[in-house]
């Protein structure tokens, strides 16, 4: 067989156990390694030299990748990865995942081995001896555990949005009190991780909040009340996407709505003052009809 070929179809890194199984010798696994065509970043495990160095370093430190660290080699919004995540067997101490490629014989590591965040905790979907990455269910589950609830938040409908899971398919998992409260608020319709923040922060006003709706032509991010539209820029906003939105802001308050529009760090930095504006909106009754 082609055992870089059938390596690169495993994402790059396989136990040996089961390219043994596909008919591979030991020598020619030997054979391989000395080649310089494979590497084995643990026992029990061969990998592409090139191969992704979160797999190698998960491999190497016998882990699973899992709850931030996973959710954004997803794709899924996170606020915040400072260190690596990971899972890790009970009897696990202290876990080094360098994601740095090993330095030549001889010459010192440019960058201090970060340590881990490990997690022990007993998986909610059982993991494969073979995984290198958690199942969506883990990493949420996690991600509700180890994050603040805003974040987590975040995450959880990032997951939804993508169509990656379901409520009613993650209700039926025996979620803890914590991850029972981030799937009570989760939904699909955030268009992005800032909005998942907007909707926690103002129940307390007791006004109908409809996000994502459709209004002249456009999205409105969030309809607070019948007339005051509250929009969060993120990164992309700006050039060509900028203009049609100051255009949509001007339909916007033609048709009689008033309109807030913030972005990324006076949602994360400086809510207080955002908060502040739309409560002043309201005493001032803008998100009522006329």
């Given at each position: ?47 592409l ?41 009970s ?29 022990w ?15 969506i ?17 975040a ?78 820029d ?23 709505y ?33």
């Amino acid at each position: 067989m082609d055992l870089v070929e059938f390596i690169s179809g495993q994402n790059g890194i396989v136990r040996s156990r089961e390219i043994r199984d596909k008919g591979a010798t030991n020598r020619e696994l030997t054979n391989a390694v000395r080649a310089g065509e494979l590497v084995s970043p643990r026992r029990g495990w061969l990998a592409l030299p090139d191969a992704d160095p979160y797999l190698l370093s998960a491999a190497r430190a016998g882990v699973v990748l899992t709850c931030v660290t996973q959710a954004a080699r997803i794709g899924l919004w996170v606020l915040n990865e400072d260190r690596p995540h990971v899972a890790a067997p009970s009897h696990s101490g202290g876990v080094r995942v360098p994601l740095e490629p090993d330095p030549p014989s001889g010459e010192p590591a440019t960058k201090p081995e970060p340590m881990a965040t490990v997690h022990w905790t007993k998986p909610i979907v059982p993991r494969h001896p073979g995984s290198l990455v958690d199942s969506i269910e883990n990493v949420l589950f996690l991600v509700a555990m180890c994050q603040p609830f805003e974040s987590a938040l975040a995450v959880w409908e990032s997951a939804m949005r993508k169509q990656l899971v379901t409520a009613p398919g993650l209700s039926r998992f025996p979620l803890p009190a914590r991850a029972q409260r981030v799937l009570a608020m989760a939904s699909p319709f955030s268009d992005s991780g800032l909005e998942s923040f907007v909707v926690p922060r103002l129940r307390w006003l007791k006004i109908r909040i409809v996000p994502q709706t459709w209004i002249a032509g456009h999205r409105v991010d969030f309809l607070i009340g019948d007339r005051l539209a509250l929009q969060i820029d993120g990164g992309h906003h700006v050039g060509v996407q900028r203009e049609a939105d100051i255009a949509h802001d001007a339909q916007l308050m033609l048709l009689g709505y008033h309109v807030i529009r913030v972005g990324y760090h006076q949602v994360i930095d400086r809510w207080h003052e955002v908060q502040d504006v739309i409560m002043r909106a309201v005493g001032q009754r803008l998100h009522l009809a006329a």
